[in-house]
């Protein structure tokens, strides 16, 4: 079976810094309460004209300088991100053509928080049936388009920023057994809906707007990610002990946390994005990823466990042999 790996990395977030002082301005919540139950201290925002397809073209952008590549010979464009600029045509279409990529199957994948994971094992499978060589997988979004301002449960949480890599054919492989798990019966708990007006026949608000029942999806995340960590390690023949970064989407530090403290990993070596970006959903695992590699924590040959989590409610893991190294353009 051909096997896949992953070199190259790029990240983007907007410029606007917002930090938590900007809720406190408007609304009953302060800078310390957002720190100690998320961990958050400031978050990027798109500007009006600034869409999910843009984000991920600079990201693609950082990629290419980072690693002095071309991606005109890539053949598949996976975007996972739930803000997308609009339904149709999907974003990855939109990048194909800014980026002048042709010969390229271009989709959208809606996963929530765990999209990039689920592009990452699509990517795997494409290459490992031989269709396609050389996959772009980006994770991004503009979150703060779908946030209520004015509902302090979850603005405070989100913001935007993309993150790309490219999953290539390889002779060795270094992209592992995968572990896919959902809970639709929870959609109701965490959702974003423009066209329906009801989940499982029950009523919700399709506002276009992010409603989420926070304790409830905390409640699940900790648990899911304590349940399938071990099953993800077990299809991988691996212990804990043998992972050296794991890079859990990054929601709250408290679900990072509690979720170390349940499965007692160390939580130096577990990689957030959370604190300076806050929830970039399908963007935070690669942004963890890059910063890890950037501050020269993660190194190559570094073993990692990456593991999503979000609306559906559903939750998608792999484990990985890190080969991207970061050289002096960054
Ligand atoms: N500032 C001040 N007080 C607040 C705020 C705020 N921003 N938000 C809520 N509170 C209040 C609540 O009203 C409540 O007050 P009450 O006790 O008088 O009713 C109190 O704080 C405690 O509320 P909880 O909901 O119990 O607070 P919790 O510690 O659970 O934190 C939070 C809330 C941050 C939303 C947390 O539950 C969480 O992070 N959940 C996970 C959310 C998540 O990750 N969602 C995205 C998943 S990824 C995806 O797919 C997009």
Redesign the pocket.
């Known amino acids: 079976m051909m096997g896949a790996t992953i070199k190259s990395i790029g990240i983007y977030r907007p410029e606007l810094e917002v930090t938590n002082a900007f809720?406190e301005a408007y609304?009953?919540?302060?800078d310390e309460?957002?720190r100690e139950?998320?961990g958050i201290e400031r978050r990027y925002f798109s500007s009006e004209d600034e869409y999910t397809s843009d984000l991920c073209v600079k990201a693609v952008e950082a990629l290419k300088k980072n690693h002095h590549t071309s991606v005109d010979d890539v053949d598949f464009v996976i975007v996972a991100t739930?803000t997308p600029d609009q339904i149709l045509p999907n974003v990855a279409s939109r990048v194909q053509a800014r980026l002048g990529i042709s010969n390229a199957g271009c989709i959208d994948l809606s996963a929530?928080?765990g999209g990039f994971v689920y592009g990452l094992i699509l990517a795997k499978g494409l290459i490992a049936a031989q269709t396609h060589r050389r996959i772009l997988v980006i994770g991004a979004e503009t979150l703060s388009k779908a946030i209520d301002l004015s509902d302090?449960?979850?603005c405070?949480?989100f913001g935007d920023g993309a993150g790309a890599v490219i999953v290539e054919a390889s002779s060795d492989n270094h992209v592992f057994e995968p572990l896919t798990d959902t809970d639709g019966s929870l959609g109701k708990e965490?959702f974003i809906s423009h066209l329906s007006q009801t989940v499982d026949g029950e009523p919700i608000l399709g506002d276009g707007k992010?409603h989420?029942n926070?304790?409830a999806?905390?409640r699940w995340?900790v648990s899911t990610l304590v349940k399938n960590i071990p099953v993800l390690l077990e299809k991988n023949k691996m212990t804990l002990e043998q992972v050296d970064y794991l890079i859990p989407?990054s929601?709250?530090i408290?679900?990072l946390e509690a979720v170390c403290k349940n499965l007692d990993f160390p939580m130096e070596r577990c990689m957030e994005s959370v604190r300076s970006y806050g929830?970039t959903?399908a963007a935070s695992i690669p942004i963890a990823w890059y910063n890890g590699l950037a501050s020269g924590k993660i190194k190559q040959n570094d073993q990692l466990l990456l593991i999503g989590?979000?609306?559906g409610l559903t939750c998608a893991g792999i484990c990985l042999e890190n080969k991207i190294v970061l050289g002096e353009a960054d």
């Open positions: 809720f609304l009953e919540t302060s309460w957002i139950r998320t739930s929530a928080c302090r449960n979850s405070i949480l965490l992010m989420q926070g304790r999806v905390f995340a989407h929601a709250n408290r679900i929830n959903s989590f979000g609306g």
